[in-house]
């Protein structure tokens, strides 16, 4: 398995707070993605990166930000919590541009 | 705007049988398109690509194949086995610059009976 770290791998909130996933890599992989999956709606993208502090949005990008301050790290910050935000967080990385490696998700809950 | 979507929600096939899922995309700028497979409960896995200046790849078992002038992408899984049940993607991306977007479709669940 590619070296991707996904954490934490299950989360409970409450709506109105801050909260940060993070995604880890072993594999220096130039790129990496955040995806949420929803029942009907498939893989989304939120935000992807192209290099260390290089980021953009995806399709679904309003109400989180993204953060790379090295090759390794990538974050993603929901500034504050809806309960819209209730998903299956994957991040995934690649070198190419159509093999990606993803993470083992996080499941998050906004109650 | 950019889109991939699917034609079926659900597939289901006997054990054994040759399945063909549908893709249907609606950018013409797409450099390629990739086919995933998620297992339940992980994260989707890289199965075949194909670049849109080709109309067939085959892989060990797969197939897909692009009709540029419909704008359709299909995977065609071979003798199709129990372990192929799982949810499969299809995705597209471009090539050059700084625009990496890999975007998904919704997905189609595939059930093999045995």
């Known amino acids: 398995d590619a070296g991707i770290t996904q954490s934490p791998r299950h989360k409970v909130t409450e709506t109105g707070t801050p909260v940060t996933l993070r995604c880890h890599q072993t594999?220096?992989?130039?790129?990496m993605y955040w995806y949420r999956q929803d029942p009907g709606h498939g893989l989304r993208l939120i935000h992807y990166?192209?290099?260390?502090?290089?980021?953009d949005k995806g399709e679904v990008s309003d109400g989180y930000s993204v953060s790379r301050s090295k090759t390794e790290d990538f974050l993603l910050t929901l500034e504050s919590a809806t309960s819209s935000q209730t998903s299956v967080y994957f991040c995934?990385?690649?070198?190419?541009?159509?093999?990606?490696?993803f993470g083992q998700g996080t499941r998050l809950t906004v109650v | 705007g950019e889109s991939v979507g699917l034609h079926l929600p659900t597939l289901s096939v006997q054990e054994g049988d040759n399945s063909i899922i549908n893709c249907a995309y609606s950018?013409?700028?797409?450099?390629?398109f990739i086919w995933y497979k998620q297992e339940s409960g992980k994260g989707p896995q890289f199965i075949i690509d194909?670049?849109?200046?080709?109309d067939k790849r085959q892989g060990q078992r797969v197939t897909v194949l692009l009709n540029k002038t419909v704008k359709h992408l299909s995977l065609q899984i071979a003798a199709t086995q129990p372990g192929d049940s799982a949810v499969y993607f299809c995705?597209?991306?471009?090539?050059?610059?700084?625009?990496?977007?890999?975007?998904f479709g919704k997905g189609t669940l595939l059930t093999v009976n045995p």
């Open positions: 990166s192209y290099g260390v502090k290089d980021t």
């Open positions: 950018n013409s700028a797409s450099d390629y």
């Open positions: 995934a990385i690649s070198e190419s541009y159509t093999e990606a490696f």
């Open positions: 194909i670049r849109s200046n080709m």
């Open positions: 594999e220096n992989h130039r790129y």
């Open positions: 995705a597209e991306n471009h090539a050059g610059g700084s625009n990496y977007k890999l975007t």
